[in-house]
């Protein structure tokens, strides 16, 4: 479990930058990839830019690393969605804010709204999606019990 965490974290690490400097660049904000409110409270454009690297990579290694949240077996789905969707959405207003994603914090929020109708969407998505296949198996089942059933009655 820890090392898949790991696993995780460390592809979240690199995806949390890439993501990162991906949405600078479509938003327009970047001035070499950061953005100007945050390279001028550092004072650095190059310190400010490995600054976001850094803090981006960290958010996409806590929020991957946490998908292990579902693997484990005493938590409810809902649950781990609830914890995982905290873990995204928590560290997301301080970063969003110190490094100037966001213009203020109703825009955080509003953001930060997003991420939580997306969760909403995946866990509607996921749960609808375990019910169909629980109907199958629970089919599945019911037509060997009933085959099995049929051959004791031939016997």
């Known amino acids: 479990m820890k ?7 460390g592809i979240g690490f690199l ?3 890439v993501i990162c400097n991906f949405i600078m660049i479509l938003a327009g904000k970047n001035s070499g990839f950061v953005t100007p409110i945050f390279a ?8 400010a830019a490995l600054l976001q690297f850094f803090l981006s990579g960290v ?15 005493r938590l409810p789905l809902a649950l781990a969605t609830f914890l995982h969707c905290l873990i995204c959405i928590v560290p997301f207003f ?3 804010l110190l490094l100037g994603w966001t213009n203020g914090i109703g825009e955080a929020f509003l953001m930060a709204g997003f991420q939580l109708a997306a969760f909403v969407i995946v866990w509607l998505i996921m749960f609808f999606r375990c019910r169909i296949m629980t109907k199958k198996l629970n089919e599945m089942q019911q037509h060997i019990l009933d085959e099995t059933e049929s051959k004791k009655e031939n016997y």
Do not use: F
């Not at 090392?3 to 974290?9: C, E, F």
């Not at 001028?40 to 310190?47: A, L």
């Open 3 to 9: 090392k898949k965490m790991l696993k995780l974290a």
């Open 15 to 17: 995806s949390g930058i």
């Open 40 to 47: 001028e409270r550092i004072g650095n454009p190059k310190t």
């Open 94 to 96: 301080p970063l969003a």
């Open 59 to 73: 958010y996409g290694a806590l929020t991957m690393g946490a998908v292990v949240l579902y693997d484990l077996d």
